[in-house]
């Protein structure tokens, strides 16, 4: 496998259970299209032995830069986290990375709810309250209709995703492929990115 065909895979993975075994099936869904897949492990080597600590997490992202600097591209998973409306924050700023670097991005979810859905079910959730029509008119932004108990606008209509997430993939060419299945919603991103790389 060439590195023109080594993608990065990212997502809040990493802290899911059995995540070794996760990886170890997406790398070979990744193979099934022709890509080497690789997981944030990969680029860990010896860290898992390190105290938790400030010094440990940073030596994490190093590694995790150098991991994507490495990549022609990156598949992105976009499922909720921690049952919130958004995904994983890591993985936001590593969407944000690789498509500063000019790469080709792909994204999967299960979840394929109107972002503004979701956050309306987490402040149901979590606060007990509901969006309502937007009454906030300070701010000129026209990305929403709704807004939550705080006055916060419920945005990125049409997307599954905040905007700046989901529209970096888009940006880049990408495609968030949705399954109910994330094996399967994963092979479709995996697919779409492929046909993109030389």
């Known amino acids: 496998m060439t590195a023109k065909r080594t993608v990065y895979l990212a997502g809040d993975l990493v802290f899911r259970p059995g995540a070794v075994a996760i990886f170890d099936r997406l790398r070979a869904l990744c193979h099934d299209v022709g890509l080497e897949g690789l997981a944030p492990f990969d680029g860990q080597a010896g860290i898992e032995s390190l105290p938790p600590g400030l010094d440990t997490i940073l030596k994490i992202v190093r590694a995790d830069r150098a991991l994507m600097d490495r990549c022609a591209g990156g598949i992105f998973c976009l499922d909720p ?24 991005l792909a994204g999967y979810t299960t979840d394929g709810r109107p972002y503004p859905e979701k956050v309306a079910a987490y402040r149901r959730a979590a606060w007990h309250d509901t969006l309502r029509p937007r009454v906030t008119q300070d701010a000129p932004v026209g990305s929403g209709a709704m807004e939550d108990a705080d006055g916060i606008l419920a945005h990125s209509d049409g997307m599954v995703q905040n905007g700046m997430t989901e529209g970096f993939i888009r940006l880049s060419g990408g495609k968030v492929a949705v399954h109910d299945d994330f094996y399967q919603a994963f092979a479709m991103a995996a697919a779409d990115l492929a046909r993109r790389l030389p």
Not at 81 to 103: C, L, N
């Open 81 to 104: 986290f921690r049952r919130s409306a958004d995904m994983d924050p890591g993985t936001a700023v590593e969407i944000g990375y690789m498509m500063a670097q000019g790469k080709p």
